[in-house]
């Protein structure tokens, strides 16, 4: 377990008791996430040793903050152990929450990158997208197992959103939160195309993996868009934010499935930098866009 920093954390958790305090819930939900809240905060502060749930309820806070300008933002009644998704929109979207978190560091190794020094960040880097490939995993699992017991409803377009939790000082998420583009279409390392007579690099492309290894040598898929088995995850939310980080559109992306049965209309997230896929001759470019403008201009065009 890692060490807390106590004021780091007492301001965090001020921060999200003033956003459940000014929020438009329940009374009863609203005093049943503070009371959640505080017990695990307070038993950390008793440890000195962070508590993953922690970030959960972390996480759902300020989920609710980032989406409290939606209208008909409806949150699940925890204190009355509702089944269901954690936030629904306009009976429009069906919203799960999910925090990653690094796991067992010793068993997967990214205890080796701690410190100072230097080390491959290649090497962390498949860790962490293992990590977050995971949490993806399951609640792809959460929304079958929900569906086949009527809880979600299968016409609604279903979104995960996913946070980095503890790995938010792990990680570099690139910009627009790129790093996820790595697992849901196995884009890989840059490739350079250049003119052999002039010397001058004519295109940057990717190159495309098929799949990633666990600490174990297991291959994972990191097609996830690609794969017919995640069709059902109509887009990810991907907030890169740290502890301390309300979600905005700096640091809280949606990407979009160009392949899912249920489709997001962007338009129903116009203050949201959004990914979406635009068919090019034979290929899918996948863009960054904000209002429908498009922003590869902050980028290098991405082909897969």
């Known amino acids: 377990m890692i060490i807390i920093n106590t004021l780091l954390f007492e301001e965090h958790t001020d921060?999200?008791?003033?956003?459940?305090?000014?929020?438009?819930?329940?009374?009863?939900?609203?005093e049943y996430r503070k009371n959640e809240l505080l017990k695990v905060y307070s038993k950390m502060v008793e440890t000195r040793k962070i508590d993953n749930k922690y970030y959960n309820i972390s996480h759902e806070i300020r989920t609710l903050d980032f989406l409290s300008n939606f209208n008909n933002l409806y949150i699940t009644q925890d204190h009355l152990s509702k089944p269901g998704c954690d936030f629904k929109i306009s009976d429009k979207y069906e919203i799960e929450c999910v925090c990653s978190s690094s796991g067992n560091e010793k068993l997967n190794g990214l205890n080796k990158f701690h410190g100072s020094g230097m080390f491959d960040y290649n090497k962390k880097e498949q860790i962490i997208l293992t990590r977050l490939t995971q949490s993806i995993k399951?609640?792809?699992?959460?929304?079958?197992?929900?569906?086949?017991?009527?809880?979600?409803?299968?016409?609604?377009?279903?979104?995960?959103?996913?946070?980095?939790?503890?790995?938010?000082?792990e990680t570099f998420a690139g910009t627009f939160g790129f790093l996820l583009n790595k697992i849901?279409?196995?884009?890989?390392?840059?490739?350079?195309?250049?003119?052999?007579?002039?010397?001058?690099?004519?295109?940057?492309?990717?190159?495309?993996?098929?799949?990633?290894?666990?600490?174990?040598?297991?291959?994972?898929d990191c097609n996830i868009f690609c794969n017919s088995d995640y069709d059902c995850v109509s887009g990810i939310l991907?907030?890169?934010?740290?502890?301390?980080?309300?979600?905005?559109?700096?640091?809280?992306?949606?990407?979009?499935?160009?392949?899912?049965?249920?489709?997001?209309?962007?338009?129903?997230?116009?203050?949201?930098?959004?990914?979406?896929?635009?068919?090019?001759?034979?290929?899918?470019?996948?863009?960054?866009?904000?209002?429908?403008k498009n922003l590869n201009n902050y980028l290098k065009k991405h082909y897969w």
Do not use: C
């Open 15 to 30: 921060m999200l008791l003033e956003i459940l305090e000014k929020s438009n819930i329940d009374n009863k939900e609203k």
């Open 138 to 169: 399951e609640k792809k699992q959460f929304y079958i197992e929900h569906i086949n017991n009527g809880t979600i409803s299968v016409n609604m377009p279903y979104i995960i959103f996913l946070g980095l939790g503890n790995l938010s000082y």
């Open 238 to 292: 991907f907030s890169t934010a740290s502890l301390g980080e309300k979600y905005n559109k700096n640091n809280t992306f949606l990407f979009i499935n160009p392949h899912a049965k249920n489709k997001i209309k962007a338009y129903d997230f116009p203050n949201i930098i959004y990914w979406k896929a635009k068919k090019e001759n034979n290929n899918y470019i996948y863009l960054p866009r904000y209002r429908g």
């Open 184 to 220: 849901l279409f196995g884009v890989g390392q840059e490739v350079l195309l250049i003119n052999k007579k002039t010397n001058k690099v004519e295109k940057v492309e990717y190159s495309h993996n098929l799949n990633i290894k666990k600490h174990n040598g297991v291959e994972i």
